[in-house]
């Protein structure tokens, strides 16, 4: 068990457990999150822990709120952490900025989860960035062991130096497991303290100028401070060198096995912000050639190329000349960069045989079969089908897809009614966004209020399934659960339009699809801003409903309405009949399809 | 130990993250360095999904390297091609032969190919191949949910798999809620039967 407090055990844990595992043997009492892969089950497994060891869980609407919790924590002298994925972190970013000039009390640790090669992410930004614009110090692991030790060492630190401390997870470290050995748990049942000081904790302009100098000298003791850290690692062997920073050195270790080379010096930073400026002079000094591997931008390689200037030391660097900057890095790509650096053949092929993709039909990601979602963009494609669609994050992203098409923007969380609202002002076509109900309180908030004070044209339709479905299905105001899935009361969505002003308000439930048809007709010609809260919940909570539903293969007539524009994955379109019949394995028994059929023949 | 890379391969929703963990849970048991790598979040339902499970003393990265794979288990027939070029030369394939057709096809978009050309494409780079009805001995024992213990169940016939059936069939006892143990345990001995058959 995750919480067991036998030092010595050994237990197969993913890098997000093993974050979780690390903060309860530090003590942590505080920890928040907003749900976002690849950091979600860190939130997950903080909420299914919180009753046990007695820590405050929460998540939060936003990441902004949950940075703001953790620094709560920490300014009431309690060990806090919160998580999130590395585009949370620029929700986050405002309190992050600023937290940083008065300093933390408590320890405090941000988990950030980047997704380098975009597997579930609208952008492949690299969050190390953010610790160095922060002054903050960050660390990279390697393996779930690794990670589980510097959520442990963060938490130290960050009260030694008054900063935040991030942890910088990937895709493929907070998604690896791997086995962690635990060690005792330290007791959290320290009582919070808050101590008045307007100077630390309120940043007017006149505090905020006195402290900059404060931070600057946390940070270069720091700088100091790390040279010596358990987390950089300097093995001098051969003049040619290889710098690799968190998790980048396992695929170096890995290529250098496979091609029996053991002569190259090796530097490993799990610290990448500050880098140890000293120890890499030493290793510049004793390499004639060094190539800096790591994912994404080249924030070591310029630290680096910058030692090297101001040395005046005549080392010969490389790194992003022969390792890409976008797309996360594998063994392959590492063994190419080195074959390159040290200008010999490889002896092992890492290419296999070639994927046949012209046989292969593409399998995207789909809305589940029952999925509510689906049913509103059926209705919203028929009210208007030449209509302009932004919409947001979210499973409802995928009504981009095929044979829905009704999506039509993505940027980020809330900007369905930021956009649709400007849209709505200037373009003439009618402007029809989709937002989810853990979005709308994310970001959607000020969005709607915006919409409302700036008289927008835009039909918000919020695809209200009471739950943040994509990530998880972790509980959101609108459902009636709170953090630790206890009965609280919900927010309805409904109810803050109708406060904001706004007079055409309509619930529908999606699955009665014609309902919803005609209620989405009524709203067509209104130019003003409206609001139908489209709402079923999840299918993934409710599961499979009792009904049967089948197709009468009399009475279809092989039109393929149902696969052409509805496309639930249980319609399986037969070639050789050219009929449409329902894979009642896959079928969730919503009924939705029955109402579209024009020949009645779903039943 | 001598490493030894597994990729599992399927469809989101058709049990590949459990089915990993069983494999990687036996490993940490017995004490073996491993590392399993996996994706999740938008592929979670109907996606293509793949996760590696790599065991052994030089394991580092949670990826295998292209090339390297001596198995692979097969959830789904097409997803096999897909991630084929993780195979070395001649691994072994525990291939379910059950198709999910993606919805690129019913919208007519694409094509499923026919069984025959899946086998003679994945015989470019494997003859080892074991296929079996898996989805359907799965259904036939009560549940399409079992389908992951029937196909470990063949994968621990597979000769050089690093661990015994009994060793996987601990793990799986201690992973699986304990009222549908002996479904899941059935689960696994239909696949035991299956791959000798």
Not at chain 1, 177 to 197: A, C, H, M, W, Y
Request: proline share 6%; hydrophobic share 40%; aromatic share 8%.
């Amino acid at each position: 068990m995750l919480t067991d407090n036998k030092p010595g055990q050994k237990e197969l844990l993913m890098g997000n457990q093993a974050v979780v595992r690390g903060a309860i043997e530090a003590g942590m009492q505080v920890a928040a999150t907003y749900p976002g892969t690849p950091a979600s089950e860190i939130g997950d497994t903080f909420s299914e822990k919180a009753k046990t060891c007695g820590y405050y869980f929460e998540y939060s609407t936003n990441e902004k709120l949950a940075f703001e919790t953790a620094l709560a924590g920490s300014w009431s002298n309690l060990r806090s952490i919160v998580s999130m994925k590395h585009v949370g972190l620029n929700v986050a970013a405002d309190a992050l900025m600023s937290s940083t000039y008065g300093g933390t009390i408590g320890g405090m640790v941000l988990v950030i989860g980047d997704d380098p090669s975009f597997f579930s992410s609208q952008n492949e930004q690299d969050s190390r960035n953010y610790a160095v614009f922060a002054h903050i110090p960050c660390l990279e692991p390697t393996c779930p062991q690794d990670t589980k030790e510097m959520v442990k060492y963060a938490f130290d630190l960050s009260e030694q130096f008054h900063l935040p401390v991030m942890i910088r997870l990937t895709t493929r470290t907070a998604h690896c497991s791997g086995s962690v050995e635990f060690s005792d748990i330290k007791d959290n049942t320290k009582q919070p303290l808050f101590t008045r000081d307007k100077l630390r904790k309120a940043a007017l302009p006149a505090h905020a100028y006195q402290l900059h100098p404060d931070l600057m000298k946390r940070f270069q003791a720091l700088e100091d401070y790390i040279e010596t850290s358990q987390w950089i690692k300097m093995e001098l062997k051969g003049k040619k060198g290889i710098i690799a920073n968190g998790l980048t050195m396992n695929y170096v270790k890995e290529v250098l096995k496979y091609e029996n080379l053991d002569d190259i010096s090796l530097l490993w930073l799990g610290f990448t912000n500050p880098l140890p400026k000293k120890t890499i002079e030493t290793f510049l000094r004793h390499c004639d050639q060094v190539l800096v591997a790591e994912e994404l931008d080249p924030l070591t390689e310029k630290t680096v190329k910058n030692i090297a200037f101001d040395q005046k030391l005549s080392v010969d660097i490389h790194g992003k000349d022969l390792i890409p900057s976008i797309y996360e890095l594998n063994t392959s790509i590492l063994q190419k960069a080195i074959s390159g650096f040290l200008n010999r053949p490889s002896s092992v092929s890492f290419t296999g045989t070639p994927i046949p993709f012209n046989i292969i039909p593409p399998r995207y990601p789909v809305l589940c079969p029952g999925c509510p979602h689906r049913a509103t963009f059926y209705a919203i494609k028929r009210v208007f089908p030449k209509a302009v669609y932004p919409s947001d994050i979210g499973c409802y992203t995928l009504g981009l897809q095929p044979p829905l098409n009704a999506v039509d923007t993505c940027v980020c969380m809330g900007a369905s009614i930021g956009l649709g609202a400007a849209f709505s002002k200037f373009l003439p076509e009618k402007v029809v966004c989709t937002i989810g109900d853990s979005t709308f309180f994310h970001t959607g908030l000020p969005a709607l209020a915006n919409a409302v004070y700036n008289q927008s044209k835009l039909t918000v339709v919020l695809v209200d399934n009471s739950i943040t479905a994509m990530t998880g299905q972790q509980p959101c105001p609108s459902c009636g659960l709170n953090s630790l899935n206890e009965p609280t009361i919900p927010i309805l969505p409904e109810k803050i339009a109708e406060a904001m002003g706004i007079e055409m308000i309509r619930i529908v439930n999606p699955l009665h699809v014609q309902d919803t048809i005609t209620t989405l007709k009524e709203v067509s010609t209104y130019d003003k801003t409206s609001f139908i809260v489209s709402r079923s919940p999840c299918c993934m909570i409710e599961g499979k409903k009792d009904k049967r539903v089948f197709i009468d293969p009399d009475k279809c007539n092989g039109c393929a309405i149902c696969v052409k524009t509805f496309g639930c994955p249980p319609l399986t379109w037969n070639e050789d009949m050219k009929k449409t019949s329902i894979d009642e394995s896959l079928c969730n028994g919503c009924g939705a399809c029955i109402e579209i059929c024009p020949q009645h023949a779903i039943m | 130990m001598k490493d030894y890379n597994i990729i599992l391969c399927g469809v989101g929703g058709q049990g590949t993250i459990l089915a990993s963990k069983i494999i990687a849970q036996t490993a940490v048991r017995l004490g073996v360095n491993c590392r399993v790598g996996e994706t999740h979040g938008m592929s979670q339902r109907g996606g293509s999904v793949v996760s590696h499970v790599r065991i052994g003393d030089n394991v580092l990265g949670a990826i295998t390297p292209e090339n390297q794979g001596q198995m692979m288990l097969a959830f789904e027939p097409v997803e096999s091609l897909r991630y084929m070029n993780f195979l070395e030369p001649n691994g072994w394939v525990v291939l379910n032969t059950h198709p999910i057709v993606p919805t690129s096809v019913n919208a007519g978009l694409a094509k499923y190919p026919a069984m025959k050309t899946i086998d003679a494409e994945l015989r470019k780079a494997t003859n080892r191949i074991k296929a079996i009805p898996a989805s359907e001995i799965a259904n036939s024992i009560g549940s399409i949910i079992t389908l992951n213990m029937v196909i470990l169940g063949a994968a621990s016939c597979v000769p050089g798999y690093p661990f015994s059936a009994d060793e996987t069939k601990k793990s799986i006892q201690e992973l699986v809620k304990p009222a549908y143990l002996e479904l899941n345990i059935k689960a696994f001995e239909s696949g035991v039967t299956a791959f000798n058959q």
